[in-house]
């Protein structure tokens, strides 16, 4: 059946009914994708009792997750021990392993002592430099506490002293040698800590490198130096995607066999503090009233794009049995405005705004 002129469809085909709806000519072709397991016929959703399709599948697509899950991790995390299994993968990837069975966790979480195994000699030299600049920068904080409780006590005894009307000179000249002491170990934590930071950073930088040679790259919205970069890595089955990578979906492709009688509920601008997509009273009525769908203002979800406005088109579930469906495997694509992907590599241009 050859494909009507959508270009006509709003002139010929306006239908005049209390709700006010138009229709969907036979032969028009609908896209659905999802991620969903399931077996068998398309089924309207649970929540609603509808059926949503799209007027192109590069929208479709977007509605396939790109992964299970995912995560957001920056380099400077990535270069310690991490109780998660999934950072534990990632840093694999980078050739960041650590020796678990070693590891000395903090009561904040945080690995306070550990070493990686001898394989990774790059992350050796960078456990290496921090590693030793760590452990003085403890040693350092912990002289000072100390020297404050010792600094405390020799005050009051000089005080003791001049109350007594003794020779407060040993004691003076003893909080005079801490006083000393304590500014020579401030300078010094500055240097430690400047040269921590150093270290750090260039161990973070190299993480950095060998991320861009796996094909990954800083998350867009993630600036500054190295080790504040965040990076998004998609995860399936426990697994890391490669870059790039996407979970497999399925897109629906249907044609209807007959004419649709679509309630038209959209107005040609979608209002995110009031979605249409939720009026299932709605959409129950109409169906009572014997029409076949429902057109709404939606928003789909897009990497690129953020918040994407687009319409859709519901169909209830008597009138699914009167579309005739094929489906191909399929993933998350961004959009493209002729509608190619690689499910559907002939396109498809949206329409549905051709029939208000």
Do not use: C
């Not at 579309?323 to 961004?334: D, I, N």
């Not at 499910?343 to 949206?350: D, E, L, T």
Request: zero cysteines; charged letters at 30%.
């Amino acid at each position: 059946m050859a494909r009507p002129s959508h270009t006509r469809v709003a002139a010929r085909h306006r239908l005049h009914t209390a709700r006010g709806a138009v229709l969907l000519p036979a032969g028009s072709k609908l896209f659905h994708g999802t991620i969903e397991p399931f077996s068998g016929v398309l089924r309207p959703g649970g929540y609603d009792s509808v059926s949503w399709f799209s007027d192109s599948p590069s929208i479709a697509q977007l509605y396939i997750p790109r992964s299970g899950s995912s995560i957001y991790i920056s380099s400077s995390n990535l270069a310690r021990p991490d109780p998660d299994p999934t950072v534990q993968e990632i840093q694999k990837l980078v050739g960041l392993e650590y020796d678990y069975s070693e590891v000395e966790w903090g009561s904040n979480g945080r690995a306070k002592s550990y070493k990686p195994v001898d394989k990774a000699p790059w992350n050796r030299i960078g456990y290496n430099a921090t590693s030793k600049l760590s452990k003085e920068w403890t040693e350092i904080e912990n002289r000072m506490r100390e020297i404050d409780t010792e600094s405390t006590a020799a005050y009051d005894a000089w005080r003791s002293a001049l109350k007594a009307k003794a020779d407060p000179g040993a004691v003076k000249k003893r909080l005079d040698d801490l006083v000393d002491e304590d500014t020579k170990l401030r300078e010094r934590l500055e240097e430690v800590k400047a040269k921590y930071a150093e270290a750090q950073n260039g161990y973070e930088k190299e993480i950095e490198k060998r991320l861009a040679a796996k094909g990954y790259e800083p998350w867009k919205n993630s600036e500054g130096r190295a080790g504040s970069r965040s990076y998004e890595f998609h995860m399936e089955s426990g697994k890391v995607l490669p870059p790039g990578g996407a979970t497999e979906g399925r897109l629906f492709i249907g044609t209807t066999q007959r004419d649709m009688k679509i309630w038209l509920k959209a107005r040609g601008e979608g209002d995110l503090m009031n979605v249409q997509y939720h009026d299932v009273s709605g959409f129950r009525d109409a169906r009572d009233e014997g029409l076949d769908g429902v057109l709404i203002d939606d928003f789909a979800q897009s990497e690129a794009h953020g918040n994407f406005g687009h319409l859709s088109v519901g169909l209830f579930g008597p009138a699914l049995k009167d579309v005739r469906f094929k489906q191909v495997p399929a993933t998350y694509e961004e959009f493209e405005r002729g509608g190619k992907t690689k499910a559907y590599p002939k396109g498809s241009r949206p329409y549905f705004h051709r029939l208000f």
